[in-house]
Every structure is written in structure tokens, then in C-alpha cells.
């Protein structure tokens, strides 16, 4: 790119800070993209990545992806995220972690950091040390806080019903066909879940091993990581890395419906379109899988129980109904038509 400013992911990003720690070899990057609506949440990912110029852009897509996110899950918070890029082996340190957790405490609240892909409670629990603007913490039973997995989970399989129900007037999952991208923390949680109503899952992860547990553990069926998106089912749900729907995958996919937790699915806001033309019923990422923030901002902001999560949780399918419903009215996308709410919600429509 010629410069930060030109490119297409920037977006009018607040701060995009860059961080190297020489002691203990960190790099990392800190993006925060909105903070209308008040301290930016967002969690910190830990990735090996090819270029560092793929951080950069990593960083301010899922930055603004946490605006949109927390905007249309009525959220007390701005978005942002940050990556630490991990070398080839994936080394993690209690010194990197401590400066991380420096740099978080530096920004004096404006970020909020929590778990994302490569990081884990303990993790945060390092970082803890060091910044009290951490969230996602260990907690007791019954208390808000801890793992946001299971909290993203619930809310992608009630999406998942939800959409079922819309496009293959099911009133439940059983024999819906599930095609699952993923077999971590929250595809393992949607699994578990949509098993237990009677789906027939297939289930595919890059670590064979995993898929193999997942699957044996609800009745589900392995397939090859590259085939998974291309089955003929009635739900694909993508649940691991992003961009996954491009110009190559959308015409190849034999589904009536996408729902899935990854963030960033679609590789470009083309892609909205081309998913649209399909027929193709589509969940807007960043409205599906907001469980998990949900879960940290109440535990951050302290404005309710686990009651409190759950109902909020339980607020995400209609949210998607009223995207569809105008999606139909306008025929725009329903990528489209959440991005341009969250806009107006975060001051910029």
C-alpha cells in the first residue's frame, strides 16, 4: 500500500499504534477504530502471519468489525482490536505478555483488551499484571466474565435456528444439515448444541485430530478442511479464519444458508453482493457471533448478571430478522444493510 491512509481498510481508524518491545522481542499493534460510544473493546489476537502488512490489515479490519459489532449489539463500548505477531513457532512469552499488557495500560482505558485466536485465559490473566483494562478473566460459577467462547456459541447456533427457520422453514435443527468450518471453542459449542436437536453435522478443522474428537463426541462426520465450504448442506457455518467468501468460493458453494462465528467473512463488500445473487441467506458476522462481547462488556462495564448476558444473547436473532426483512425490502445485501446501521449507530452514516 502507498501509505496507512490509503488504504481501503483504513476507514477513518482513531489510532493504529505499533508497538516493539526490543527486551522482549514484541511486536504488536494496537487499532481503534471508534470510540463513540465510549472505551473501545476489542480482544488481541496472536498470529503468525506471512507479511507484516497482513497484521496491519488484519488489525484494522477486525478493528472496525468490533465497531459494527458492538454498535448493533447495543453495547456501551467503541471498537478496536489488536494482533501480537508471533513468529513461525509461535512463540509466546510472560515478558511479551507484560509488555503488551504495558502498552494496553498506556492507553489509560481508551482500549479494553480480551481473548481472540492464540490467546486464552491465562494469557489474559498475564497480561492482568500489568493493566487493569483487561477483560474475559477468570470467574466463579454463575459469575460474568471467563471464557467468551461458550457466550459466542450460544449466540451463533440461536442464529443458525434463527436462519433455518427463515429459509428452510425449520422449527428446529433436526435433520438440518451443518456443515461446520472450525471445531474450537465456539464451532465445539454450536456442534454440541445443534446435536443435541438433531442435526446431521460434518465437521472440518485443520488439526485433523481435533475434528476427529469433535465428531466422535456428536455423532458428526469428518471431511477435508478444503472441501467443508463446498458440501451440499443446508447450513455452512464458517467458524475459524476470515475471507473465506470471494470471487473463487461463492460460486461454488451448494448451501441455503451461511451463518458462522468467524469474523471478516467476506473477503470484500463485493462479495456481499455476490452471496446475495445467490440466493443465498447470509448472517452478517459481526451481529451472529456477538456473544462473546457481550459477556465482556458486562463483566467490564458491570451493568448486569448472567441473566443479564443470556437475554442480550438471546436479543441477536431478531436482530438479524429485522437485516433480513429490509434486505428483502431494499434488495440490498444483508452485509449491505448491517453495515450501513452499525454506521448510523456509530455516528458515521
Not at 105 to 131: H, P
Amino acid at each position: 500500500m502507498d501509505s496507512l491512509w490509503d488504504s481501503p481498510d483504513f476507514d477513518e481508524h482513531e489510532l493504529v499504534q505499533f508497538i516493539h518491545d526490543r527486551e522482549s522481542g514484541l511486536r504488536a499493534l494496537i487499532a481503534i477504530h471508534s470510540s463513540h460510544l465510549g472505551p473501545v473493546g476489542g480482544g488481541v489476537r496472536f498470529w503468525h502471519y506471512a507479511k507484516s502488512g497482513d497484521a496491519v490489515v488484519d488489525a484494522l479490519r477486525l478493528s472496525r468489525g468490533m465497531s459494527y459489532k458492538n454498535a448493533m449489539a447495543g453495547l456501551p463500548l467503541g471498537g478496536g482490536k489488536a494482533v501480537i505477531l508471533a513468529d513461525s513457532q509461535r512463540t509466546k512469552t510472560p515478558e511479551m505478555l507484560a509488555a503488551f499488557g504495558r502498552a494496553v495500560e498506556a492507553l489509560a482505558g481508551r482500549y479494553v483488551t480480551a481473548e481472540d485466536v492464540g490467546m486464552s485465559v491465562a494469557d489474559l490473566s498475564a497480561i492482568s499484571k500489568q493493566t487493569r483494562h483487561v477483560a474475559g478473566l477468570p470467574v466463579g460459577e454463575g459469575e460474568v466474565g471467563g471464557d467468551p467462547g461458550p457466550h459466542t456459541s450460544y449466540g451463533v447456533y440461536l442464529g443458525i435456528c434463527a436462519a433455518a427457520k427463515r429459509a428452510l422453514g425449520r422449527d428446529s435443527l433436526a435433520g438440518v444439515h451443518i456443515a461446520l468450518q472450525g471445531a474450537g471453542s465456539v464451532a465445539g459449542g454450536v456442534a454440541r448444541r445443534a446435536a443435541a436437536d438433531g442435526a446431521r453435522l460434518s465437521i472440518a478443522d485443520i488439526d485433523g485430530d481435533r475434528a476427529r474428537r469433535l465428531a466422535d463426541e456428536v455423532g458428526g462426520t469428518v471431511v477435508a478442511p478444503d472441501e467443508v465450504l463446498f458440501l451440499e448442506a443446508d447450513v455452512v457455518s464458517p467458524n475459524a479464519l476470515g475471507a473465506i467468501l470471494d470471487e473463487q468460493s461463492i460460486p461454488r458453494l451448494r448451501t441455503t444458508v451461511v451463518a458462522g462465528g468467524a469474523n471478516n467473512q467476506l473477503a470484500t463488500p463485493e462479495d456481499g453482493d455476490r452471496i446475495h445473487q445467490r440466493g443465498i441467506l447470509y448472517a452478517p458476522d459481526y451481529v451472529i457471533n456477538a456473544g462473546g462481547i457481550i459477556n465482556v462488556s458486562t463483566e467490564y462495564v458491570g451493568d448486569g448478571d448472567a441473566d443479564t448476558v443470556r437475554g442480550r444473547i438471546e436479543a441477536i436473532p431478531g436482530r438479524l430478522e429485522t437485516i433480513w426483512d429490509e434486505s428483502i425490502a431494499t434488495g440490498r445485501n444483508a452485509a449491505a444493510v448491517a453495515d450501513d446501521m452499525a454506521r448510523r449507530l456509530i455516528g458515521r452514516g
